[in-house]
């Protein structure tokens, strides 16, 4: 193979990161080396797709061919702005895409908030999804429990909780978070949205799995699902409520738990440390249609209190970051910094637009970003002189994890699998993930953790 014109660097090896190198290897120009802080790659594809949804999740088969390009090196355990900052990348690359995602949380602000049983959904789906930053998150005692807001991530959460356990038992989730969700007797959930169902941002696909789970009755008042006007209404909000106006008339005998949908209500406060209740207001739109508190309220009884309202990114050491929005501002996948461009950098997926949208909706964002950046290549050329981050990072006595080295770790959790009679069960623990990269490297040993 001819040495490739270009080298790009990407920092995240989530979809936007992969496909944003898809793209990138298909001119057969540019090379691409994609960074991440984790050994494996895929980030929410791995560590978010709830384990339950094995198609989605076999989307990252069709990702990591990517990597059988010979363009493209997958360099783990690498963090950004720790082990590697922007200068060093603008130095060693014609130009840097920033696919970093949003990795923290909002908070709602209310009293009791930072009880313990009261968490984010986020810290929830990294545990189940076996994150190896993640918590362990304990079910003990917990016969009720709330998601707070009505998107896909509460439905997720809300069916995990709700689910048979031996329907759970095929996942590829580490064998504590099954013996927990074995142990747990999660009899009620509440899924608390602030507006009505019509403002729901769940998918119907997802929310007719949540409201058919056997042996599950959905409580629901039907009031809310009246007096609306569907005529303006999309197609996906449209199958939303007849979703939930079937499930509101289906009767389930002897039902083993319930599903409460609570529209048109707000956290208002989270009783006891531990949780022992959460307090929720009624809620109205007003006659300038922002929304507000009746005043009227109710408490119910959940020990464990999940917020599922959105994810959050944070500011990476160095680069332009709108607080505001969450995101790296940018104008067509070029990153700005007020009104000054940034030249050779770039950025793509949540980071680029907020934590929205599914996996696809990155496949066209990265394609966008893409665009711009060859043009620019097109224009201005590769850089007279680019140093080698490798070099430069063994010289500090510190080298990446490979794909070799992520090989590895997918065998290992095929064969735990298969001992189980599973597909999969993943390595959750660092120390677990980190045994399987190999230690020996020209440039010295792996950092631990
Ligand atoms: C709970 C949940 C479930 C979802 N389920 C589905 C689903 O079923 N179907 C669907 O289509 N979509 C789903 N989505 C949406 C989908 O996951 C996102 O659209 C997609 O993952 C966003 O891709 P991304 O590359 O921007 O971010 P991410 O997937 O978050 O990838 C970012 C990567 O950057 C790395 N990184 C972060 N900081 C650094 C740093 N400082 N240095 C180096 N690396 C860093 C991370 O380790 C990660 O690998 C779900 C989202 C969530 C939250
Ligand atoms: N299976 C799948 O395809 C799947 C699974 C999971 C996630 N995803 C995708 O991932 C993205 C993120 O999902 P998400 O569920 O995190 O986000 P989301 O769809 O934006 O939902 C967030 C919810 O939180 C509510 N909310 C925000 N702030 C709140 C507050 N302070 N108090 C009460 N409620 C509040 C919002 O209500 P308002 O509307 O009133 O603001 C909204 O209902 C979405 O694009 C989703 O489709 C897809």
Same mark, same amino acid.
């Given at each position: 193979?001819?040495?490739?014109? @270009? ?18 290897? *298909? ?36 990702? *990591? ?169 999309? #197609? ?76 959050? *990114? ?6 332009? @970051? ?17 009104? #000054? ?61 490979? @794909?070799?080295?992520?090989? #590895? ?31 020996? #490297? ?8």
């Amino acid at each position: 193979m001819s040495e490739p014109r @270009f080298r790009v660097a990407i920092v995240g090896a989530g979809p936007s990161g992969l496909f944003a190198a898809q793209h990138l290897t *298909a001119t057969g120009e540019v090379a691409v080396d994609i960074y991440d802080r984790l050994p494996t790659p895929y980030g929410l594809l791995r560590y978010g797709v709830a384990p339950d949804h094995t198609s989605i999740k076999s989307v990252a088969n069709a990702l *990591a061919r990517v990597f059988d390009s010979g363009m493209v090196r997958f360099l783990g355990l690498v963090h950004f702005g720790r082990d590697i900052t922007r200068d060093e990348l603008l130095s060693a690359y014609d130009a840097v895409i920033y696919a970093v995602g949003a990795n923290e949380d909002m908070h709602m602000g209310i009293p009791g908030e930072g009880a313990v049983g009261s968490g984010s959904a986020r810290e929830f789906v990294a545990w189940y999804s076996g994150h190896p930053d993640a918590s362990p998150q304990s079910l003990a005692g917990v016969r009720g429990a709330a998601t707070i807001g009505v998107g896909n991530v509460a439905v997720d959460v809300a069916r995990i909780l709700l689910k048979e356990p031996l329907a759970l038992d095929e996942t590829d989730m580490p064998e504590d978070v099954l013996a927990e969700l074995w142990r747990g007797n999660v009899s009620d959930v509440w899924v608390v949205g602030r507006r009505g169902p019509q403002h729901a941002s769940f998918t119907t696909t997802e929310l007719r799995e949540l409201c058919t789970l056997p042996e599950v009755q959905v409580v629901i008042d039907p009031a809310v699902l009246e007096g609306i006007d569907e005529s303006t209404l999309d #197609r996906r909000t449209r199958g939303n409520l007849a979703v939930l106006r079937d499930a509101a008339r289906r009767e389930v005998p002897d039902p083993r738990a319930r599903l409460h949908f609570a529209f048109w209500r707000r956290p208002v406060g989270i009783l006891g440390d531990p949780v022992t209740g959460l307090v929720i207001e009624r809620t109205a739109l007003d006659g300038d249609g922002r929304l507000v508190g009746t005043g009227d309220t109710e408490q119910i009884d959940v020990q464990l209190v999940l917020r599922a309202i959105g994810y959050r *990114a944070v500011r990476l050491p160095g680069i332009p @970051f709108d607080e505001r929005h969450g995101v790296i501002p940018s104008a067509a996948g070029r990153v700005v910094d007020g009104d #000054r461009p940034c030249p050779r950098e770039y950025v793509v997926g949540w980071i680029k637009r907020g934590p929205i949208g599914v996996i696809g909706t990155n496949k066209s964002d990265a394609r966008e970003t893409v665009e711009a950046l060859l043009s620019d290549l097109a224009a201005h050329g590769p850089l007279p002189e680019r140093g080698d981050a490798l070099q430069l990072m063994a010289a500090r006595g510190f080298w990446p994890s490979t @794909f070799s080295d992520w090989e #590895r770790i997918d065998a290992a959790e095929a064969n735990r699998g298969a001992s189980h009679g599973r597909q999969r069960m993943k390595l959750e623990a660092w120390h677990e993930l980190l045994d399987l990269v190999q230690r020996e #490297r020209p440039g010295g040993p792996i950092p631990w953790g």
